[in-house]
């Protein structure tokens, strides 16, 4: 039966689609569920599509459904339980499909929402490889528009919940929901925990027939000749009718189907964006993307990769005896052998490689890293328990997974390289992008897990054996199409060649493999430690100039210009606004990531010793830290890359300083301007007219000569005027003694005045009497000043 659309609109789906006005929610699911139970299949054919569409949504975006990306049971309880309970595998809507399963109905799918690379496939007339779509592809009649895929309406149903994770667009209010509590993202773990269990085998649909069975797809005759990638269309449908039990076979193998289907469509609609030439195109940096993933779809493909790894890990022992494995593995047994290398990793593989190299350098490649870290540590999600231990020691990986690290070694450690330059171009200061190192290298710091590597790269770069019944052999790729109960094909035992396969598989025949405990990457790694430091200095410099600074607010620190206020302005970090917690987290996860790096890769003291110096951990003489690297050349000091590198992430600064005449310094943003011109006029004139007096007091040589030139004089500027090539006319610049009213203009000084004249007011002090102790009071200032800086030394002529 075929046909997704009845030719007149029946009377059930205008009433339900009015339903959608008039009802509540949770009314609207009780009268659906009263309606799959007591309607025949018939009658439930015609509002099947539109059932599917009103809850996830449109295609196109435009018909949100039920938003279930958005739905929590914190903020909306009861349609969030009604949803679950509705949507359940269980639940009314999958014995909708079940009834419709059985009676073979089929919908039109359209072929230009699938992802991009079978999108294209299926337009150039190429049969993609999965097996998905074998058989499945419809030309449209006459008169139709686009091609079509005819699903039954069990993949048809998971289609749509799939693909509503990428077809509906974020709305406002998702950017406020948590990802991992939404009804979406329960469900995804649902329908993994019940389709691949990790415990029992796959529960059976229920049956309106006692007794009776839901019959899996038959096959079905090719509605178009297909080639297909670089293996001929016969042998592909031989295969494919091969992978599709028929109606009267094997109950087990009949419920396997669901569990195969729905894991090719999860992994189709998710990672299968890539395609390996796409890949290879979108290294280059002028390519546009065509598709970006989201933080929420990285966090649902990390849910799926931790259950596939559950769900591989709980496969039973093999027996001694081959004969006996023949007899005793079920389909479900077969199928948790082959799950990961053959449906998941190479897309995984292509989809992580572009989201490292396209990811935005912020805190939101956490997302992305954590779900490459998952699928690194399978042995996270093994059933048996580490043995208990007082003390917290790391646990060591066990050699029972060589096999698998040296059969995914590109995921250590080509995707580790990326990691390192990622990490090389963001600012480690930041705790976010330190927890994010201090992640990394405590994973490849596992004991056993860095020889492991070596050990998996060693095999690849063994030279190849040339034995005449192996010259034919091509490094063929673990995701072969078809159906994991085709036939296996004969086991290697050569572990060279596996590890051989897996890297040109995934990255050709002509890839140049970089090795992680090379030359190059230990350079790498050491140009990280060495940010590292760095970033811990400028983390501790940014502690001390935040102590600093609240240590130095003094009262009369409010009546006279800082160093900072007058030369410029501290160059923060965002550490300044988060404080000193965050400040001391930073320095903690870098100092854990340095030390684990150093065992990864074996670092001696001397090379840690060395990579310091270069650091520049040295600090002037006043506790700052150094200037950006440069180098010295005949018109000055020149930037190198790193020294650019430095500034730009707020690593290392030049110490800029206001060298000019603190008069004429530019108004700043806490000085009112009106009073800055004022009083700068004022002060002018007191000098013109007091000059000769001034230039006498400064010249005694008892103590009121030195108070004087402490307060009237300024030494330094007049030494950098005087040598300063800048400077041309130097007469024209007032050297000697002057009053500076400048101070005054500052509104804290001005708030700090009314406060006084507040207070004065409080204790009946009248506003002569306020000024004179406030005279009084700068005076004993200035006398302290003077005893500390300039103490007895007789004045120089």
């Not at 990255?507 to 190059?520: I, L, P, S, T």
Request: charged share 20%; net charge neutral.
């Amino acid at each position: 039966m075929a046909g997704p659309h009845l030719q007149q609109p029946s009377f059930l789906l205008a009433t339900l689609k009015a339903d959608c006005v008039n009802k509540p929610f949770a009314q609207r699911c009780h009268d659906l569920e009263t309606i799959i139970e007591e309607l025949p299949a018939k009658e439930l054919h015609g509002i099947f599509q539109w059932l599917v569409e009103s809850i996830f949504g449109s295609l196109d975006g435009i018909i949100v459904g039920w938003n279930l990306r958005c739905l929590q049971g914190r903020t909306n309880p009861n349609e969030y339980s009604v949803a679950l309970d509705f949507l359940d595998p269980s639940g009314p809507m999958m014995k909708l499909v079940y009834k419709l399963q059985a009676e073979e109905y089929r919908y039109d799918f359209p072929v230009s929402y699938l992802p991009g690379p079978v999108k294209a496939s299926i337009q150039e007339q190429v049969l993609p490889e999965c097996s998905l779509y074998h058989n499945k592809v419809q030309f449209p009649s006459s008169g139709g528009l686009g091609l079509n895929l005819a699903l039954n309406p069990f993949e048809y149903y998971m289609f749509y919940f799939a693909i509503s994770l990428i077809t509906q667009k974020n709305s406002p209010a998702t950017h406020h929901v948590s990802p991992s509590n939404s009804a979406y993202f329960i469900l995804v773990d649902t329908y993994l925990k019940c389709f691949l269990p990790t415990e029992g085998s796959v529960l059976p649909p229920p049956s309106s027939n006692p007794g009776g069975a839901i019959p899996s797809p038959t096959p079905r005759s090719p509605a178009v000749p297909f080639s297909s990638y670089g293996m001929h269309h016969t042998s592909l449908l031989k295969r494919h009718i091969a992978h599709q039990p028929s109606v009267n076979a094997d109950p087990a193998s009949q419920e396997i189907w669901r569990s195969e289907t729905l894991l090719q469509i999860f992994v189709e609609m998710w990672l299968h964006h890539y395609s390996l030439e796409m890949y290879q195109k979108m290294q280059s940096p002028h390519v546009k993307e065509s598709f970006k993933p989201t933080e929420e779809h990285v966090l649902v493909v990390r849910l799926l990769v931790k259950h596939l790894h559950a769900f591989s890990n709980s496969l039973k022992p093999e027996p001694l005896s081959p004969s006996a494995h023949s007899h005793t593995a079920s389909p479900l047994e077969e199928f948790k052998r082959v799950v990961i290398p053959r449906f998941v990793q190479e897309k995984l593989y292509i989809f992580l490689q572009h989201c490292f190299g396209h990811w935005p350098l912020d805190a939101s490649f956490r997302a992305v890293l954590e779900m490459w870290l998952s699928y690194l540590q399978p042995w996270r999600y093994a059933p048996e328990k580490p043995p208990q231990s007082t003390e917290p020691l790391p646990r060591s990986v066990s050699e029972k997974w060589a096999s698998f690290i040296q059969e995914n070694l590109l995921m250590y450690t080509k995707l580790f390289v990326g990691f390192l330059n990622r990490a090389l171009r963001t600012d480690l200061v930041s705790p976010k992008n330190a927890l994010m190192v201090f992640r990394v290298a405590k994973v490849f710091a596992q004991p056993n897990l860095a020889e492991m590597i070596l050990k998996g790269e060693q095999l690849f770069l063994e030279p190849e054996l040339v034995i005449p019944h192996r010259q034919h052999r091509l490094f063929m790729s673990p995701t072969l199409g078809g159906s994991f109960l085709s036939s296996r094909s004969p086991a290697v035992t050569d572990a060279s060649f596996k590890v051989k396969s897996h890297v040109y598989s995934l990255e050709g025949q002509d890839f140049q493999y970089k090795q992680m405990f090379g030359a190059e990457v230990r350079n790498l790694v050491l140009k990280l430690a060495q940010l590292i430091c760095q970033a811990q200095q400028t983390a501790k410099s940014i502690s001390d100039h935040s102590a600093e600074t609240l240590a130095s607010q003094s009262f009369f620190s409010w009546f006279r210009f800082t160093p900072s206020e007058v030369n410029g302005s501290y160059t923060g970090n965002d550490l300044d606004e988060i404080g000193q917690d965050s400040i001391k987290k930073t320095d903690e996860y870098l100092e854990k990531a340095l030390e684990y790096l150093c065992q990864i890769f074996k670092l001696s003291e001397a090379q840690l010793t060395q990579m310091m110096m270069k650091c520049g951990t040295a600090q002037d003489e006043n506790g700052k830290k150094q200037l950006p690297d440069c180098i010295a050349s005949e018109n000055g000091l020149i930037l190198t890359p790193l020294g650019r590198y430095q500034i730009i992430n707020g690593l290392r600064r030049f110490e800029l300083q206001y060298q000019g005449d603190a008069e004429l310094q530019p108004i700043r943003s806490y000085e009112n301007a009106a009073l800055v011109r004022l009083l700068f006029r004022l002060s002018s004139v007191l000098n013109q007219r007091f000059a000769d007096q001034m230039e006498v007091l400064c010249s005694r040589d008892d103590f009121v000569g030195r108070l004087c030139r402490y307060h009237l004089t300024n030494p330094q500027l007049v030494q950098k005027i005087r040598y300063s090539p800048v400077v041309r006319d130097r007469t024209s610049h007032n050297w000697g003694p002057r009053i500076s009213l400048r101070f005054l203009a500052s509104y804290r000084t001005l708030i700090s005045l009314l406060m006084i004249y507040f207070l004065a007011s409080w204790f009946y002090v009248g506003p002569v009497g306020c000024t004179f102790l406030i005279l009084i009071g700068y005076f004993l200032y200035a006398v302290i000043m003077t005893f500390f800086f300039e103490g007895w030394k007789p004045h120089e002529h």
